[in-house]
DNA sequence: TCTGGGGTCCTAGGACCC
DNA sequence: TCTGGGGTCCTAGGACCC
């Protein structure tokens, strides 16, 4: 908590909702919903108009129309959004170089670093209102919600007190006086499962929290939010406006209008979806190791299966061979009703680019047209040069066998899924390639069983 | 015919290593 | 031929946020 109100949160009112009655006069005055339209969709963002009518964010579409059948029903303009969005993060940057973005409508601003004459409660609450009217200008109308106050948390905590188009300055040293009577449910990161733990324990405002030792806390609820909960309940926050922030992972996933049970489909899907991943991937310049698949069954419990290769990849052909051996190893029968394909475990370096001529690039990309191949001419080349894996019969888990002249195959394996990568002691390693355990490709290079050791 | 999609972070257990 | 402990990595699941 620092001595001045120095960070400010601002929060655009019902975004996607608000970008659709800017560019559809029509709308203007009118229920908008956006959201998922189909029949397992749900809301994303409602405008005031139809949150009269109790339409909520997460609500299912179905429930909306229920309530406010007159509404606008849209599915949503990301590249609008995203634009838009653009726009106000511009501006937000262009008033002080620390800018935190949450999300598409959201962020945090140091103003210690934005120049102003002083951090008196006046200026800034100035600085802000001129700032609203700045976002109006550059999103063509669009309101936004600001809280500043001497921390994240409090300063996230005022943008809300007074939606929407609201400005709300916590005054240093007021901050507890303002929390204590709040619900717990306003600390960001207590959801539903944690209220009802607090509940339990006869915890319901943040004043109640903050008689509580923290080792109660952390019984209550696990030590990193009983730490949490206990800091902030006393508004003690030290976290810093941070620029930057790295992603951590890139996934696509999808839910399907009626549950899918054909096998082939479900591998069909996977295949499209680690393609997107891949070209998400590369368009941003990342790389990762660990590929995730999602599967939400008919009723709704949801499976995830994981498969780490020893360097990173983001070769389309490589994260849908893992995928699909991931989903060959879970049993569908009953009914999927998402699946999703992710990878995580980022590096932000492109391994192959480092050192890819433009012919090799080249290679790289026909690669990816074609996901269903298995192609492993880097493999050929090693094997004709004289590489061999050596002394030994490859098993799930083993990892780097070496021949003689220092040429290494990396085996890494498990769930039914072979990896496969090729170095030596003159080029860096090369990229990975992934198969199912029993692809006929791979047997040409699985090396020669040993005979077994004589019993004593 | 309840319950999205894109993320982040945390926990817990097992393997493995020192 | 018994007994630990800590650290790291990986996997699976879950809570939470917008």
Same mark, same amino acid.
């Given at each position: 908590m620092r001595a001045q109100a120095s960070v400010l949160h601002l929060d655009l009112d019902a975004f996607f909702a608000a970008v659709e009655q800017r560019d559809k006069p029509s709308l203007r005055g009118k229920p908008v919903v956006v959201g998922g339209t189909g029949g397992r969709g749900v809301v994303s963002t409602a405008s005031y108009e139809a949150r009269v009518f109790g339409v909520r964010s997460a609500m299912s579409t179905r429930e909306a129309r229920a309530r406010c059948p007159n509404a606008a029903y849209l599915s949503g303009r990301f590249e609008a959004y995203r634009a838009t969005s653009q726009a106000v993060m511009t501006l937000l940057r262009s008033v002080s170089p620390l800018v935190e973005p949450l999300s598409l409508d959201e962020a945090f601003v140091d103003l210690e670093q934005a120049g102003l004459p002083d951090l008196e409660v006046p200026t800034?609450?100035?600085? &802000? *209102?001129?700032? #609203?009217?700045?976002?109006? %200008?550059?999103?063509?109308?669009?309101?936004? @919600?600001? =809280?500043? /106050?001497?921390?994240?948390?409090?300063?996230?905590?005022?943008?809300?007190?007074?939606?929407?188009?609201?400005?709300?300055?916590?005054?240093?040293?007021?901050?507890?006086?303002?929390?204590?009577?709040?619900?717990?449910?306003?600390?960001?990161?207590?959801?539903?499962?944690?209220?009802?733990?607090?509940?339990?324990?006869?915890?319901?405002?943040? &004043? *109640?929290?903050? #008689?509580?030792?923290?080792? %109660?806390?952390?019984?209550?609820?696990?030590? @990193?939010? =009983?730490? /949490?909960?206990?800091?902030?309940?006393?508004?003690?926050?030290?976290?810093?406006?941070?620029?930057?922030?790295?992603?951590?992972?890139?996934?696509?996933?999808?839910?399907?209008?009626?549950?899918?049970?054909?096998?082939?489909?479900?591998?069909?899907?996977?295949?499209?979806?680690?393609?997107?991943?891949?070209?998400?991937?590369?368009?941003?310049?990342?790389?990762?190791?660990?590929?995730?698949?999602?599967?939400?069954?008919?009723?709704?419990?949801?499976?995830?299966?994981?498969?780490?290769?020893?360097?990173?990849?983001?070769?389309?052909?490589?994260?849908?061979?893992?995928?699909?051996?991931?989903?060959?190893?879970?049993?569908?029968?009953?009914?999927?009703?998402?699946?999703?394909?992710?990878?995580?475990?980022?590096?932000?370096?492109?391994?192959?680019?480092?050192?890819?001529?433009?012919?090799?690039?080249?290679?790289?990309?026909?690669?990816?047209?074609?996901?269903?191949?298995?192609?492993?001419?880097?493999?050929?080349?090693?094997?004709?040069?004289?590489a061999r894996p050596r002394g030994t019969t490859w098993s799930p888990g083993m990892d780097v066998v070496h021949d003689e002249h220092g040429r290494g195959w990396v085996w890494g394996a498990g769930r039914g899924v072979v990896t496969v990568r090729f170095e030596t002691a003159e080029t860096p390693p090369g990229p990975v390639r992934s198969f199912p355990a029993d692809d006929p490709a791979l047997q040409r290079w699985r090396p020669p069983v040993e005979d077994p050791p004589e019993p004593q």
């Amino acid at each position: 908590m620092r001595a001045q109100a120095s960070v400010l949160h601002l929060d655009l009112d019902a975004f996607f909702a608000a970008v659709e009655q800017r560019d559809k006069p029509s709308l203007r005055g009118k229920p908008v919903v956006v959201g998922g339209t189909g029949g397992r969709g749900v809301v994303s963002t409602a405008s005031y108009e139809a949150r009269v009518f109790g339409v909520r964010s997460a609500m299912s579409t179905r429930e909306a129309r229920a309530r406010c059948p007159n509404a606008a029903y849209l599915s949503g303009r990301f590249e609008a959004y995203r634009a838009t969005s653009q726009a106000v993060m511009t501006l937000l940057r262009s008033v002080s170089p620390l800018v935190e973005p949450l999300s598409l409508d959201e962020a945090f601003v140091d103003l210690e670093q934005a120049g102003l004459p002083d951090l008196e409660v006046p200026t800034v609450t100035a600085f &802000a *209102e001129d700032l #609203r009217t700045r976002v109006r %200008e550059v999103t063509g109308g669009l309101t936004a @919600s600001v =809280g500043i /106050a001497s921390s994240k948390f409090l300063a996230k905590i005022a943008s809300d007190l007074r939606k929407p188009d609201g400005l709300v300055v916590v005054a240093p040293g007021t901050e507890t006086a303002l929390l204590h009577p709040m619900h717990v449910s306003v600390i960001p990161g207590v959801g539903p499962a944690t209220v009802e733990r607090l509940r339990r324990a006869g915890l319901h405002t943040v &004043a *109640e929290l903050a #008689r509580v030792s923290e080792e %109660e806390l952390v019984q209550q609820v696990g030590r @990193s939010l =009983g730490q /949490a909960l206990h800091q902030l309940a006393r508004a003690e926050d030290d976290r810093a406006v941070v620029p930057d922030r790295e992603t951590k992972s890139v996934s696509v996933e999808g839910t399907y209008e009626h549950d899918l049970t054909d096998r082939r489909q479900m591998e069909a899907i996977v295949v499209r979806q680690a393609g997107e991943v891949a070209r998400r991937m590369k368009a941003n310049g990342l790389s990762g190791r660990t590929v995730s698949l999602k599967v939400r069954m008919y009723d709704f419990t949801t499976l995830s299966r994981s498969s780490t290769l020893p360097a990173p990849t983001e070769d389309a052909a490589t994260i849908a061979r893992l995928a699909r051996a991931l989903l060959a190893d879970l049993d569908t029968s009953g009914g999927v009703r998402l699946l999703g394909v992710g990878v995580s475990g980022l590096a932000d370096w492109v391994q192959e680019d480092l050192f890819a001529t433009a012919s090799e690039t080249e290679d790289a990309d026909a690669a990816d047209t074609d996901p269903g191949q298995p192609d492993l001419p880097e493999l050929l080349e090693l094997e004709q040069a004289g590489a061999r894996p050596r002394g030994t019969t490859w098993s799930p888990g083993m990892d780097v066998v070496h021949d003689e002249h220092g040429r290494g195959w990396v085996w890494g394996a498990g769930r039914g899924v072979v990896t496969v990568r090729f170095e030596t002691a003159e080029t860096p390693p090369g990229p990975v390639r992934s198969f199912p355990a029993d692809d006929p490709a791979l047997q040409r290079w699985r090396p020669p069983v040993e005979d077994p050791p004589e019993p004593q």
